[in-house]
């Protein structure tokens, strides 16, 4: 079997069942995986329970292709596979998301990964809890979603994995400050291919609310190639994600884009924006940020970019507090149960997005900023 290592598949349109379909055979799939008996894991990003079309989670017309495909190669033994970060649900994730609907059409097993037992994997010299789902399939199909990330700035491939993890193992992860257990993660959670749905991903908030239509799924065999092909769409240095350095330097895969075969399938019917760096760069200004995880933070930054769009947030004289870092501590003003000892503490883990700016709003209108912002 020829090694595909190299080579990434690219094709555009608004018919995504079609799409992922011409996609699979142009990478003859079923012949990469070979033996019709093996246990095939699909593991898409259900971060939270959001609909697709908000940036934030797999369309389920691409898995629901994707599981025709294998159906119809003969592939019976299929478990679509997640854990939505910590604070959602992923039984709502599963129902909200149109997953739970697709396993019952095609009889295909759904695995909870907030409710698996763990298993410790050596990740070249990082032990990391995974859930026992991830370690029990003989080959392992990552369905990401492309958008950006306000800790990371992207996600795709590699960060997809920690959907794999318990809970509190996610925790940890942000504790470490997240890139060297993701590139350590890659070394443990093997994957076999990856079909991206690069249709209208959040390239600024990992949970979705400002979707950038692209209209384009890939595919590739990489994951490190995968996620370097990414910065380069959305013109980052793969340098500024480091966790894509530290899983190449592990031998999960390779940055070389200059040798690798991209394909695209049909010319593009759409020209996606670029992140919006500069905007959370600037709205993290407000922040002190320590080891928080993405749930709390993803949800704080797009709280301030209401208030920052109404005004507000040039009223803030106090630094917001958020993360692991903070417990035992005190302070003026904190987001999450991490906080609970500062003065004004919201409380939550995590809590919402809605929820951090009517607290962070009335505590402006509590030191007469509010009214002093509208003259």
């Known amino acids: 079997m020829k090694d595909r290592k190299n080579e990434i598949l690219v ?10 379909r011409r996609l699979l055979e142009e990478a003859d799939l ?42 119809d190669h003969g592939f019976e033994n299929l478990v679509i596979m997640e854990g939505s970060w910590v604070g959602a649900r992923t039984e709502e994730a599963f129902k909200v998301c149109g997953y739970r609907k697709l396993a019952d059409k095609y009889g295909t097993e759904l695995r909870d990964g907030q409710k698996e037992r763990s298993v410790p994997v050596d990740c ?14 003989d080959f392992l199909i990552n369905v990401p979603v492309m958008k950006g990330h306000c800790q990371t700035r992207v996600t795709c491939a590699l960060k997809n994995m920690k959907g794999l993890l318990p809970n509190k193992e996610k925790r940890r992860f942000h504790s470490m400050g997240l890139h060297k257990p993701i590139g350590h993660l890659a070394a443990g959670i093997r994957q076999d291919f990856i079909l991206v749905d690069s249709i209208c991903g959040d390239l600024s908030f990992e949970d979705g609310g400002n979707p950038t239509s692209m209209d384009r799924i890939f595919a590739a065999w990489d994951p490190v190639l995968c996620d370097a092909y990414v910065c380069r769409l959305l013109e980052y240095r793969t340098e500024e994600v480091p966790y894509i350095g530290i899983a190449e330097s592990l031998g999960a895969g390779s940055t070389d884009l200059d040798h690798a075969v991209i394909r695209e399938l049909n010319l593009s019917e759409s020209q996606a924006g670029l992140p919006d760096r500069d905007k959370v760069m600037r709205l993290s200004e407000a922040v002190n940020e320590v080891d928080s995880c993405s749930a709390c933070y993803g949800y704080l930054i797009p709280a301030l970019d209401r208030l920052d769009q109404e005004g507000l947030l ?51 209108a509590g030191t007469g900023r509010l009214e002093a912002g509208r003259h």
């Open 124 to 137: 070249k010299g990082m032990k990391i809890d995974v859930c026992a789902c991830a370690l029990e399939v």
């Open 30 to 71: 079923a012949a990469q995986i070979g033996d019709r008996k093996k246990r095939i894991g699909i593991k898409p990003n259900l971060v939270s329970p959001v609909p697709p079309s908000d940036g934030a989670t797999t369309h389920p017309e691409v898995v629901e292709s994707l599981i025709c495909y294998l159906k």
């Open 11 to 20: 094709i555009y349109g608004k018919e995504y069942g079609k799409m992922t």
């Open 314 to 364: 040039k009223d803030f004289p106090e630094k917001i507090c958020i993360g692991q870092g903070y417990k035992g501590m005190t302070g003026t003003l904190g987001i999450g149960s991490c906080t609970k000892d500062f003065t004004h503490s919201l409380k939550g883990c995590p809590p919402t997005e809605t929820q951090i700016y009517d607290f962070l709003k009335e505590y402006l």
